[in-house]
């Protein structure tokens, strides 16, 4: 199958630091990769859809201001947490979608965000 | 109301059982639905990929959707340690890559 690699796997950062995280599709263009947000014994949140060559497309609640997107070219996207503070701390996790189903079939391995 | 409900578990078998897991869902417009497994501290690995309503097998898992009751399943056989993860349901309305997810159901294996 396809892999999606996203680095740092994890990471820890000072209060006021902005720190980004990389979502690369390794053998595959995605036009679309999606960044999750997910709490411990909690589910993945959809925070927001990265688009390439546009804006990303923010799910309600979640402030553009502070988590930046950015979908530069077909195998890579990031997302920058700015101005982190100790409630960011979470598990970040990107996907991109499976040409054929349509959905995201492909997860990155995931980013412990840890701001202290 | 969450649109998809999950019991979180956490769920706990000896090996060798059949496991049932299972999620209901309230958005009648969903039309494909998953099962996806994660390991702690990874990422999610898709599983079961299901269009509509019925069963798909594949090895030792099914996945079953009835959509007129809204509620789908995963059932695995003859369960190994190394199933022990925590289990998420996701489902779409399209294709549109967007998916909402179940909370997940911690199971462990134990030899």
């Known amino acids: 199958g396809a892999v999606v690699s996203q680095h740092p796997s994890w990471v820890i950062c000072k209060s006021g630091t902005s720190v980004k995280i990389e979502c690369r599709s390794l053998?595959?263009?995605?036009?679309?990769m999606f960044w999750y947000r997910q709490f411990p014994k909690q589910s993945l949140m959809l925070m927001a859809t990265?688009?390439?060559?546009?804006?990303?497309?923010?799910e309600q609640g979640v402030e553009k201001d502070k988590f930046l997107i950015n979908h530069a070219s077909l195998t890579l996207s990031t997302l920058t947490v700015t101005s982190a503070h100790p409630e960011d701390s979470s598990f970040y996790i990107c996907?991109?979608?499976?040409?054929?189903?349509?959905?995201?079939?492909?997860f990155g391995q995931g980013t412990r965000l840890t701001v202290v | 109301q969450k649109e998809v409900e999950q019991d979180p578990g956490p769920l706990s078998v000896p090996e060798g059982a059949i496991v049932s897991l299972n999620c209901t869902y309230s958005?009648?417009?969903?039309?494909?639905f998953m099962w996806y497994r994660q390991y702690s501290r990874k990422g999610p690995e898709l599983l079961m990929y299901?269009?509509?309503?019925g069963n798909k097998e594949d090895g030792r898992f099914t996945a079953q959707v009835d959509k007129s009751s809204k509620y789908i399943s995963l059932f695995i056989r003859d369960s190994q340690p190394s199933d022990s993860a925590t289990y998420l349901c996701?489902?779409?309305?399209?294709?549109?890559?967007?998916?909402?997810f179940g909370q997940g159901t911690t199971l462990q294996v134990k030899p």
């Open positions: 053998d595959f263009q995605a036009t679309t």
């Open positions: 958005n009648s417009a969903f039309q494909y």
């Open positions: 299901t269009y509509s309503s």
């Open positions: 996701a489902m779409s309305v399209g294709n549109t890559g967007k998916l909402i």
């Open positions: 990265s688009n390439e060559g546009s804006k990303a497309t923010y």
């Open positions: 996907s991109a979608p499976d040409r054929v189903l349509g959905t995201e079939a492909f």
